[in-house]
């Protein structure tokens, strides 16, 4: 196929076409007229040799192959606009660009607040979208960066990618209150006779700790999984459950919770956050200041959190 035949426009139709399942609202959102896109929808057809679109009752249809489609047309219409919206320089004073960082709430609890207000300072034109990450998109993290700007996550769950190490914490044993077993310190014993919450579990994303309790003869009884260490109070407060949670996060945990936290019995492999992008992003101005304003906001938390009397 020569990519250099194909019209760009056909591709920003085959994209409403998917989204919408209706020409009408389709040529309603490109600003078209209905014929124009019903014209665009015929060649399309012809090119795939499928009805993409077809009548069901009153309504339209994708047919198998659509489907199949969607999901790797949207990847290519964020990838043209990627493409189109990079610039060899970067004014935040006066840009409108979009970026999409994926972040666990972990991580947004402790750098969002100040993301959010250097960006409302410097680059009040400039939209930062964050939206959560899963082990599926963990284990595909090369690709998913290629559309996404930035990942944050901790090291250990991605390879071959550049990064950029932000801040460090500790990996704390989190239990209730009047846990009727652990008092203030834990055994292996007490690791393994007791269920467990754990987050972003996975072939791949699966926390250290784990790893190495795994590692150390320990058989965790898993019993709830969740995807949101905000989460994880909920599940711990009023049972006799144990939750890996990391040491930044506990007085928000803690809040509203009869909770308390007890220290791991083996020497935890420290938790490095890191913030992970694709090769093709190294030295392109918009996404270095980017870079620059995580790092700054990460910074300073750690600064903050030193200035904190004890």
Not at 211 to 221: A, I, S
Not at 234 to 246: E, K
Request: overall charge negative; glycine content about 4%; hydrophobic content about 45%.
């Amino acid at each position: 196929m020569n990519i250099a035949n194909l019209n760009l426009n056909l591709l920003t139709a085959l994209d409403a076409l998917l989204r919408e399942r209706s020409v009408t609202n389709a040529a309603a959102k490109l600003g078209l007229s209905q014929p124009a896109l019903s014209a665009s929808l015929a060649r399309l057809r012809r090119h795939f040799n499928d009805p993409l679109l077809v009548r069901v009752g009153n309504a339209y249809e994708l047919t198998p192959f659509a489907e199949q489609l969607r999901e790797r047309t949207g990847s290519a219409m964020a990838g043209v606009e990627r493409v189109f919206s990079v610039a060899p320089t970067f004014d935040p004073a006066t840009s409108d660009r979009a970026f999409s960082i994926l972040v666990a709430d972990y991580s947004l609890s402790v750098i969002g607040t100040g993301v959010s207000q250097i960006v409302a300072g410097r680059a009040p034109g400039v939209r930062v979208e964050f939206h959560p990450h899963t082990p599926q998109l963990i284990e595909r993290a090369e690709e998913v960066l290629r559309e996404a700007d930035a990942m944050i996550l901790p090291r250990g769950f991605a390879s071959g990618l550049p990064h950029l190490d932000l801040f460090t914490d500790t990996w704390v044993c989190l239990v209730d209150v009047d846990h009727p077993t652990i008092g203030e310190t834990a055994t292996l014993a007490d690791l393994a006779s007791n269920p467990w919450v754990v987050s972003y579990r996975s072939s791949s994303a699966f926390t250290p700790p784990m790893r190495q309790m795994e590692n150390l003869g320990v058989d965790v009884h898993v019993q709830i999984v969740v995807e949101s260490f905000l989460a994880i109070p909920q599940f711990v407060v009023g049972t006799d459950r144990i939750a890996l949670v990391q040491e930044r996060l506990v007085p928000m945990l803690q809040r509203g919770h009869s909770l308390r936290t007890v220290p791991c019995p083996f020497d935890v492999i420290p938790l490095v956050e890191a913030l992970w992008w694709h090769p093709s992003q190294q030295l392109e101005p918009g996404h270095a200041w980017l870079r620059s304003i995580i790092l700054e906001a990460a910074q300073d938390v750690d600064h903050v959190r030193s200035s904190v009397p004890t």
